[in-house]
């Protein structure tokens, strides 16, 4: 079975301070990983995706990924956040023969104070 | 097109009583998902349909949960004799059958409060 660690559950950051959000999965297959943000009161948007190919994927809104196979990783990076940016954020894996069927860590709560 | 659409956005309910929520996928896909996010936690993904086809369901769907989705288009989440802990997030999703890279988009949810 699957499963996505996400080590932060809030992270309170200034204005333009440099953001990583870790993410950490447990399977052995080939894989499909994803970032989503929610801000408050809305759905769960898709940020980012990895499927193959360059291991650096970049998203919207200046967001970009790196994955680590080899540590099992995919954690999300912004150099410079804005108060815009406050929102949670979750990662997730599917194993690559079903888009939707995912398993998601718990969050992370961003709070970027202006 | 305008995503996938959800209803009720908010259900408040009694213990014991019965509840159905509705989902609209985008028109095009024929993959839909259901999942129940609690406060605290990620989605946790509980069935899905291809088209009209129920393929596979979580063991977090309890006998007094059931979804339909009769013509491949709309589904609906019937649970039954709620309780206190089915308090929840009900988050629906569809994506598109195609190849693997392929990937879901979610409704806002509808969010359940038994009391």
């Known amino acids: 079975a699957q499963s996505v660690s996400q080590h932060n559950h809030h992270v309170i950051l200034s204005e333009a301070a440099s953001l990583e959000l870790g993410c950490n999965y447990s399977?052995?297959?080939?894989?499909?990983l994803f970032w989503y943000v929610q801000y408050p009161g809305q759905h769960l948007q898709l940020l980012l995706k990895?499927?193959?190919?360059?291991?650096l994927v970049k998203g919207i809104k200046g967001f970009e990924a790196e994955f680590i196979k080899s540590k099992f990783s995919f954690n999300l990076r912004k150099p410079s956040v804005q108060w815009s940016d406050t929102a949670e954020y979750f990662c997730?894996?599917?194993?690559?023969?079903?888009?939707?069927?995912?398993?998601f860590g718990d969050g992370t709560t961003l709070t970027v104070k202006p | 097109d305008t995503g996938v659409s959800q209803n009720p956005r908010h259900k408040i309910t009694k213990r014991g009583q019965n509840v159905t929520f509705r989902c609209d996928p985008i028109?095009?896909?024929?993959?839909l998902y259901w999942y129940r996010q609690t406060l605290g936690q990620g989605p946790e993904f509980l069935t899905y349909?291809?088209?009209?086809?129920?393929?596979?369901k979580s063991r977090l769907l309890s006998d007094r949960f059931s979804a339909e989705r009769p013509k491949g288009s709309f589904s609906t989440l019937e649970i039954q004799r709620t309780e206190q802990g089915d308090s929840a997030m009900y988050l629906c999703?569809?994506?598109?059958?195609?190849?693997?890279?392929?990937?879901?988009?979610f409704g806002q949810g509808t969010r359940l409060t038994v009391v």
């Open positions: 999703a569809s994506s598109e059958q195609g190849p693997a890279n392929t990937e879901a988009f």
């Open positions: 399977y052995g297959g080939t894989v499909n």
């Open positions: 990895y499927f193959s190919g360059d291991p």
């Open positions: 997730a894996v599917n194993a690559g023969t079903n888009a939707g069927k995912s398993t």
């Open positions: 028109s095009e896909h024929n993959r």
């Open positions: 349909f291809q088209n009209e086809a129920q393929l596979e």
